[in-house]
């Protein structure tokens, strides 16, 4: 049998490490919180989500484009149609372009468009899985390098469709796999391809550059460097970046045409490529095509500044803004002696000591906030109760402001406006979950037992109504800081 | 000085030009000017609109009359003629034609317009960049204020501006804010508030047990008051972000009613977002010409919402870098270094392009591919807020931009 202390120390840590406890579930889960979360880290990665639309970026790529086509007849016909004295007739659709392109089903009344319909489809696999993990340990390391390699899914029709699959395709099979790996398929996958232009960079000296004039996009080279590898700091200059964005010419996505491939899917097109060897920080990569780009992905995974780097952003992440220096500097050598072994890394940070005694000062995210509460309360979400506060706060699914990802520290969530909408937020839920829950003072001592202080208690007990007491149950200090 | 004289040596017809036409604006170089006695004849209200994703201030504010403009933006280009004119300030520079606002109120003297101007920031990043350009210091790194703060901080206690606290729109404040001073939030409401009582007992609860989050739900308190008191309060729209002409018009309409309040804060800072041309950019028409006339309509909100007081009003337009001079492979820009800020409002001496424009051949370029800068942004800024606040040198040279002791305020930017 745990001690109080201990009881205490395991709430703290399943809220740190993962989406906090579930209405309803075991005590087991408090008293051996730590072995539990350590059972999470799982080689071979996490649960993928179930139900989705498409099985992979592939199949969205191609369905992507029948709707395109599809939209594009009947935007051609309601224009015919809109001309004076002309007979109204419906458009043909165009012949397939490929035997492989999958058939568009009829839109139905009512639904939006498949791109959002896609992406709706996709935020709820998610929940779901969110909500019905065990500690969410896995599920907090898929947010976090989610949003290390993010997308955008306002960014095009592409990056909102595939959002979902990007996520399922690129970061999950790798979680709990190796750093490198998890970085080539980020930056291989057709959604970031999209998302930062790579798909349309063009090597000047390729046979493509050469004919049409066109050239060299450097956002993704940029990014890579800047926030997926070394950081801004990691020591590289403005030639590195053009010198990369050479390296990874070619990198692109098949077309409708399906000339290198399944509509949507990756493809090297060594047309776009560069020609030549490159040099890259110290080095000169003299590899032909693809692997020019793999080798030097591969070193950069491999390069001190990209240990240092994500070192510190987990123990950000998940410590404390300025988290102790014995957490960072022990995820920096377990990422550098292996290799970036995402496993070893995550184990090395559930095995800390300084990890689980630091004291609960971060404030959760908006979307840590919304799984959580749903799991305490019991709620099973639909994708407006998810979409829309995750909106109102400033975080929703899959739509950073810009390729750094949402921001992780408490002067970004906890400001004056951002715990005024989340009280807005904790307001409407407190009113939807009061018939579904018998008693806010046991639900209190259900979901932050040993946490909730007397001033808490005091407040839920005395609320004038079970809506109120439900608000200020989550919008406690203690449910809201981890 | 013989370096001065290279210098005039060395200028090209079209840097003549321009000297020219701005007229005696170099005076700020040698006679800093501090305007403590226009600190006490007006109520001030100061905006900073901070454009996130680094505005391409060729295309904003084309050098059309710069020989080489024309043939670094290839497909981009504006013209002087033609259906999509740009719109002409001073014969060299000219306005995206998706700013008419902009232009009538450079016309009217309440807008100048500064190009080739930078922080001290030189590199690429986006997000240093951003740091840079709102934490007011030479460098990145240092981020645990913002400059609008630190001015807050240190204006003499009791004052009206400094009682006031400075505004962040947006449920993420923007760093500017951030820091000691009291800062108040805003943002456009999406969901039904919560009651008044509820508030009241988290107050209590947070005032017990959580300093920070007490001091936090106290500001927003404070500025829903001042809301509510503005008639602002009730509407529940979805609407679009702050990368969308409707997103800014309302961001422009919220901060403008709780900025004009009496009682409401004299400074707040907003961003507007989506500024990352790399690909189809567009020259008149396009994705950059959108956002610009959403700028456009944000600025006319903002005269309009600021009526009683935008005679005491500057709006200061800001981005964290600009981008390549010569158009990419994508028929976008890459990150670059010098672009233009601009400044709009009753209290601006307007009518004046200010820039020391360096010339677009290649060798004039910073690095043979950006715009070089000329004029820091820094001491744009010190230059309006020491005329509209009354500051001291000392202390806008050592609080609220570190480091800044060699950079002189530029003088007669506030009227």
């Given amino acids: ?482 | 000085m013989s370096d001065a004289d290279d210098d005039c040596e060395r200028m090209t017809p079209s840097r003549r030009a321009v000297l020219g036409a701005a007229g005696a604006l170099f005076a700020w170089s040698f006679v800093p000017k501090f305007a403590y006695a226009a600190a006490g004849a007006r109520d001030p209200r100061f905006v900073l609109v901070v454009l996130r994703g680094a505005l391409d201030g060729l295309s904003a504010v084309p050098p059309i009359g710069d020989p080489d403009y024309a043939g670094l933006r290839e497909d981009i280009a504006l013209t002087k003629d033609g259906a999509d004119a740009a719109l002409p300030l001073d014969g060299f520079f000219y306005l995206h034609p998706a700013m008419p606002n902009l232009a009538r109120l450079y016309a009217a003297g309440q807008a100048s317009i500064v190009h080739a101007a930078a922080t001290g920031y030189r590199e690429r990043s986006h997000f240093d960049g951003q740091d840079v350009l709102e934490s007011g210091q030479g460098g990145p790194g240092k981020t645990e204020s913002g400059w609008l703060n630190r001015l807050i901080a240190n204006l003499p206690p009791g004052e009206t501006v400094s009682r006031r606290g400075v505004l962040g729109v947006g449920v993420v404040p923007p760093l500017v804010v951030r820091g000691e001073a009291p800062i108040l939030g805003w943002a456009p409401p999406r969901m039904p508030r919560a009651g008044a009582d509820l508030m009241t007992r988290l107050s209590d609860l947070y005032g017990q047990r959580d300093p920070g989050l007490a001091r936090a739900l106290a500001q927003a308190i404070e500025t829903e008051g001042i809301a509510a008191r503005r008639g602002m309060s009730g509407e529940v729209r979805g609407g679009q972000g702050p990368d969308s002409a409707e997103g800014m018009k309302r961001i422009a309409e919220g901060a403008a009613g709780l900025v004009g309040a009496d009682d409401g804060p004299r400074i707040a800072a907003l961003a507007f977002e989506g500024w990352d041309t790399h690909a189809n950019e567009g020259g008149a028409k396009g994705r950059l010409a959108q956002l610009l006339g959403g700028l456009d309509g944000a600025l006319a909100t903002f005269e309009q919402g600021l009526a009683p007081v935008w005679k005491d009003t500057v709006v200061m337009v800001v981005t964290e870098f600009g981008r390549t001079a010569k158009v990419n492979g994508t028929v976008g820009t890459d990150h670059g270094t010098g672009t233009v800020a601009f400044l709009v409002g009753g209290a601006v001496k307007g009518g004046r392009m200010i820039a020391d424009w360096p010339g677009l051949k290649p060798e004039q370029l910073f690095e043979k591919r950006d715009l070089k800068p000329t004029t820091d942004i820094r001491a744009v800024a010190k230059g309006v807020v020491s005329e509209l606040f009354g500051l001291s040198g000392p202390v806008l040279a050592e609080k609220v931009f570190p480091g800044s002791g060699g950079l002189a305020p530029i003088g007669g930017l506030v009227g």
Avoid at chain 1, 32 to 49: C, D, F, H
Avoid at chain 1, 63 to 81: G, M, N, P, S, W
Avoid at chain 1, 112 to 124: F, G, H, I, N, Q
Avoid at chain 1, 348 to 371: G, H, M, V, Y
Wanted: hydrophobic share 40%; aromatic share 6%.
């Fill in chain 1, 1 to 482: 049998m745990a001690s109080p202390a201990d009881l205490r120390a395991n709430r703290v840590g399943l809220q740190r490490f993962g989406l906090g406890f579930r209405l309803g579930q075991p005590a087991e889960i408090v008293e051996r919180a730590r072995e539990i979360l350590i059972a999470e880290v799982r080689p071979g990665g996490v649960a993928q989500p179930s139900g989705v639309p498409f099985s992979g970026a592939a199949e969205t790529g191609a369905a992507l484009y029948a709707f395109e086509d599809q939209e594009r007849v009947e935007r051609e016909a309601r224009r015919v149609a809109a001309l004076p004295g002309q007979p109204v007739q419906v458009a043909a659709a165009p012949p397939a372009a490929n035997q492989n392109q999958m058939a568009q089903p009829a839109k139905a009344p009512n639904q939006p468009a498949l791109p959002y319909r896609t992406y709706r489809d996709e935020v709820m696999a998610r929940t779901r899985l969110a909500l019905d993990a065990e500690t969410g340990f896995g599920e907090r390391m898929v947010q976090f390098w989610s949003n290390h390699f993010c997308i955008g899914a306002t960014k095009s029709n592409m990056t909102r469709i595939m959002a979902g699959a990007y996520e399922r395709e690129a970061i999950r099979p790798h979680v709990f796999g190796r750093f490198e790996d998890m970085l080539v398929a980020a930056e291989s996958h057709p959604a970031m391809l999209d998302f930062l232009d790579n798909r349309l960079s063009i090597g000047p000296g390729s046979p493509a550059g050469k004919r049409r004039g066109r050239g060299l996009n450097e956002n993704l080279a940029r990014e890579i460097l800047e926030l997926h590898t070394l950081g801004v700091s990691g020591g590289y200059a403005q030639a590195d970046v053009t010198n990369l964005a050479r390296i990874i010419t070619g990198w692109t996505v098949v077309g409708r045409e399906a000339v290198l491939g399944f509509p949507g899917s990756f493809a090297f097109n060594a047309g776009l490529h560069e020609p030549g060897p490159q040099p890259l920080l110290d080095k000169r990569y003299e590899q032909p095509g693809k692997a020019q780009g793999l080798a030097a992905l591969g070193d950069l995974a491999r390069h001190p500044a990209t240990a240092r780097f994500i070192a510190l952003k987990l123990a950000r992440a998940f410590v404390a803004d300025e988290p102790p220096s014995a957490v960072v500097g022990r995820l920096e050598s377990v990422f550098r002696e292996t290799d970036g072994d995402l496993a070893a890394v995550s184990l090395a940070l559930l095995q800390s000591n300084e990890a689980w005694s630091a004291p609960p000062t971060k404030i959760r995210t908006p979307q840590d906030f919304l799984l959580a509460s749903c799991r305490a309360l019991g709620r099973k979400p639909d994708f407006g109760q998810v979409v829309g506060p995750l909106t109102a706060m400033g975080q929703p699914f899959w739509q950073p402001g810009g390729p750094n990802g949402y921001p992780d520290s408490n002067d970004a969530w906890a400001s004056a406006e951002g715990i005024k909408t989340r009280i807005d937020v904790a307001a409407g839920w407190g009113r939807q979950a009061a018939g579904s829950v018998p008693d806010p003072r046991a639900l209190t001592e259900e979901i932050l037992g040993p946490l909730a202080s007397a001033e808490t208690r005091a407040a839920v007990a005395r609320a004038e109504s079970k809506p109120q007491a439900l608000a200020l149950l989550l919008m406690s200090p203690e449910f809201q800081r981890r």
